[in-house]
């Protein structure tokens, strides 16, 4: 099977079909969504929260995002396989941006980056481009900056937001990002984004008009019960399912149904 890189994003765009994007932490997971036609597979720093039950982004490791992403490039076969610079391991200055990011692509064999932030980090996405490494930017709500945000709400509401954000997404293009996350803005906004530029947007919460769509896996398959924003649509309800086989496994061992003749040697 041929490899999405990111050309085919680009040709995607340009063709107007759309793309398809969900987070993956291992692989057994990366292998079902490599195996159901996923063009990204994003190993995101929301392992922080779904993996490893932290409440922020803040405290996973570059160590800890490589194991995750070698793991999930074991298992990706076709998708285009896109890591998280997690907090912490870009901030500080150019030098140390591009030793993690080659440290992502080299230990754990990843195909691209993605980095929070617009004008601000400028310079640590073209040396890291430099490299020859691709680079996704991402902006609106990004995680990593929650304490400054105070809130998860919709960011970008009010006008001077609203157009750094625009100047930032201009800028990400300009030095040679091949894609930009768009996570929840208002739809409008995103749009106007869209259209303005050459690359492809990649919405979460960020309405119709991207280029295309990422969701967190355990929140599309209904894994985490409680998160039900309105951005999400829930096509499965996984921790049901897995509940009721759980609860079944614990009542036949209880009752000395399980193991039974057959499931003996
Ligand atoms: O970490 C993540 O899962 C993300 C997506 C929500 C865009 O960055
Ligand atoms: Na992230």
């Given at each position: 099977?041929?490899?999405?890189?990111?050309?085919?994003?680009?040709?995607?765009?340009?063709?107007?079909?759309?793309?398809?994007?969900?987070?993956?932490?291992?692989?057994?997971?990366?292998?079902?969504?490599?195996?159901?036609?996923?063009?990204?597979?994003?190993?995101?720093?929301?392992?922080?929260?779904?993996?490893?039950?932290?409440?922020?982004?803040?405290?996973?490791?570059?160590?800890?995002?490589?194991?995750?992403?070698?793991?999930?490039?074991?298992?990706?076969?076709?998708?285009?396989?896109?890591?998280?610079?997690?907090?912490?391991?870009?901030?500080?200055?150019?030098?140390?941006?591009?030793?993690?990011a080659?440290?992502?692509?080299?230990?754990?064999?990843?195909?691209a980056v993605k980095i929070?932030?617009?004008?601000?980090?400028?310079?640590?996405v073209?040396?890291i481009l430099?490299?020859?490494i691709p680079v996704m930017g991402?902006?609106?709500?990004?995680?990593?900056?929650?304490?400054?945000?105070?809130?998860?709400?919709?960011?970008?509401?009010?006008?001077?937001?609203?157009?750094?954000?625009?100047?930032?997404?201009?800028?990400l293009?300009?030095l040679g990002c091949f894609?930009?996350?768009?996570?929840?803005?208002?739809?409008?906004?995103?749009?106007?984004?869209?259209?303005?530029?050459?690359?492809?947007?990649?919405?979460?919460?960020?309405?119709?008009?991207?280029?295309?769509?990422?969701?967190?896996?355990?929140?599309?398959?209904?894994?985490?019960?409680?998160?039900?924003?309105?951005?999400?649509?829930?096509?499965?309800?996984?921790?049901?399912?897995?509940?009721?086989?759980?609860?079944?496994?614990?009542?036949?061992?209880?009752?000395?149904?399980?193991?039974?003749?057959?499931?003996?040697?």
């Open positions: 099977i041929k490899r999405v890189t990111t050309n085919t994003l680009q040709e995607m765009k340009n063709r107007g079909e759309k793309i398809a994007m969900l987070t993956a932490y291992d692989y057994s997971m990366a292998k079902i969504v490599d195996d159901a036609g996923m063009d990204v597979i994003l190993v995101g720093d929301s392992a922080s929260n779904v993996m490893a039950g932290h409440e922020t982004t803040l405290p996973i490791t570059l160590d800890q995002m490589i194991y995750h992403a070698s793991s999930v490039v074991r298992g990706a076969s076709r998708s285009l396989v896109v890591v998280d610079l997690p907090f912490g391991s870009y901030q500080g200055n150019s030098k140390e941006a591009l030793n993690s080659i440290r992502i692509m080299k230990e754990a064999g990843a195909h929070e932030g617009g004008v601000e980090i400028a310079e640590s073209s040396r430099t490299a020859g991402h902006l609106g709500l990004t995680p990593q900056s929650i304490y400054k945000f105070g809130t998860y709400t919709v960011r970008a509401k009010e006008e001077a937001e609203a157009q750094k954000l625009k100047e930032d997404a201009l800028k293009q300009e894609g930009v996350v768009l996570e929840k803005i208002p739809a409008a906004l995103a749009k106007e984004v869209t259209e303005s530029l050459q690359i492809p947007t990649i919405g979460i919460g960020a309405g119709q008009h991207c280029s295309g769509q990422v969701l967190v896996i355990h929140d599309m398959l209904g894994l985490n019960k409680g998160f039900r924003p309105r951005f999400l649509r829930q096509y499965a309800s996984l921790y049901d399912v897995m509940n009721e086989a759980i609860k079944g496994y614990v009542s036949d061992v209880k009752a000395e149904d399980f193991p039974n003749e057959k499931e003996q040697y």
